[in-house]
């Protein structure tokens, strides 16, 4: 069993940044960044390939998030920076066995998510 595990959440304040970090156990996946506001659906926000050598980024965080890894740690991090009180939500990590692009459904393993509070 794949276990996904993220860490780093917390309150941070607008125009501050944070570190996300996520640990999946077994194989090297292809991994992405979702979160989830109350009220709203869950949305992409940043995906990186087995070998780290591509990303994709959703068009809302592209230029304030970078997505990296470190697979001898066999970890994710999500640098979050310049951020914004709309960046409040559930963050999750996800590994998956064919992409590292939006397609929620190609995904195969989820962690449970952490909060992120963007205080104004």
């Known amino acids: 069993q794949v276990h996904v595990r993220e860490s780093g959440g917390g309150l941070v304040q607008a125009g501050g940044s944070l570190r996300l970090s996520c640990v999946a156990s077994?194989?090297?996946?292809?991994m992405g960044w979702f979160r989830q506001a109350s009220g709203k659906e869950r949305e992409f926000l940043a995906g990186i390939s087995a070998s780290g050598g591509q990303t994709s980024y959703a068009d809302s965080v592209k230029g304030r998030f970078t997505i990296s890894r470190d697979n001898a740690k066999n970890s994710v991090s999500l640098q979050m920076d310049s951020a914004q009180p709309d960046d409040t939500a559930v963050y999750s990590c996800a590994a998956s066995k064919v992409t590292w692009e939006s397609y929620q459904h190609l995904y195969d393993y989820w962690g449970q998510g952490i909060q992120v509070t963007v205080s104004s």
């Open positions: 077994g194989r090297t996946y292809h």
